[in-house]
C-alpha cells in the first residue's frame, strides 16, 4: 500500500502543476506601467503643488494692495480739499497780510491745517506731483489742457501748472493738468531765385 501512496503522492504536484497551466493566472502590472503611473501621479501632485502657491501668492498681492490702495476714493475726495486750502493761502497777497493781524492769525490756521493735511497725505504714502516749469510732459503723470505756442522752449515741455497731482503709492490719483509749449511752425525758405 505504501507504493500506492507513493504513486499517488508522485503524481500530486503533476496535477497541480497542470491546474495551474489550466488556469492562466492574471498577469500583474508590468514595471514599465507602475513607473509610468508613478511619474503621472508626481506630475499631478507637481501641478497641484504650484496652483497652489501660485494662489497664496495672489492673495497676498491681492491683499498687499488693499492695504496700500483702500484709501483711495477717500484721498481723491481730500485732494481738493489740499487744492482750495493752497488756493486761499495764495489769495491774500502779502502786503494784507502784514497789515492785519486777524488775517494773518486765519492764514497761519489755515496753513497749519495744509501742513496736517499733508502730513496725513504722507503717512498713506500720497505724494504730490508738482511738475517744474520746463520739464517734458510725462502722459501718464500729466494731463495736458492747452498748448501755447511761440514760447522758445521745445514742444511738449510744460510752460504752465494749472493744478498739481497727486499719486498713492505707485498709483496715480489725479493727474497734474499742465499747459506745454507748442511746436513753432517750420519756417519754410523759397529757394527759387
Do not use: C, W
Not at 483702500?70 to 502779502?94: E, G, M, Q, Y
Request: charge should be negative; hydrophobic fraction near 45%; charged fraction near 30%.
Amino acid at each position: 500500500m505504501t507504493t500506492q501512496n507513493e504513486n499517488a503522492q508522485a503524481n500530486e504536484p503533476e496535477i497541480e502543476a497542470e491546474a495551474a497551466i489550466e488556469l492562466e493566472i492574471p498577469a500583474g502590472p508590468t514595471v514599465e506601467s507602475l513607473l509610468a503611473e508613478v511619474a503621472e501621479l508626481k506630475d499631478k501632485l507637481l501641478r497641484a503643488f504650484a496652483e497652489s502657491e501660485n494662489m497664496r501668492r495672489r492673495f497676498e498681492r491681492e491683499r498687499e494692495d488693499t492695504a496700500k490702495y483702500a484709501v483711495t476714493k477717500f484721498a481723491r475726495d481730500l485732494t481738493s480739499v489740499a487744492d482750495n486750502l493752497r488756493r486761499a493761502i495764495d489769495t491774500v497777497p502779502a502786503e494784507v497780510r502784514a497789515a492785519d493781524e486777524a488775517v494773518a492769525n486765519l492764514l497761519a490756521g489755515v496753513e497749519l491745517t495744509e501742513r496736517e493735511l499733508l502730513a496725513a497725505f504722507e503717512k498713506a504714502s500720497i505724494t504730490k506731483i508738482a511738475p517744474a516749469v520746463g520739464e517734458k510732459a510725462d502722459p501718464h503723470r500729466h494731463e495736458v489742457l492747452f498748448e501755447v505756442p511761440g514760447t522758445g522752449q521745445p514742444a511738449g515741455s510744460i510752460v504752465q501748472v494749472i493744478q498739481t497731482g497727486y499719486q498713492i503709492a505707485d498709483r496715480l490719483l489725479r493727474a497734474a493738468k499742465v499747459g506745454v509749449a507748442k511746436a513753432d511752425a517750420p519756417v519754410h525758405v523759397d529757394q527759387t531765385v
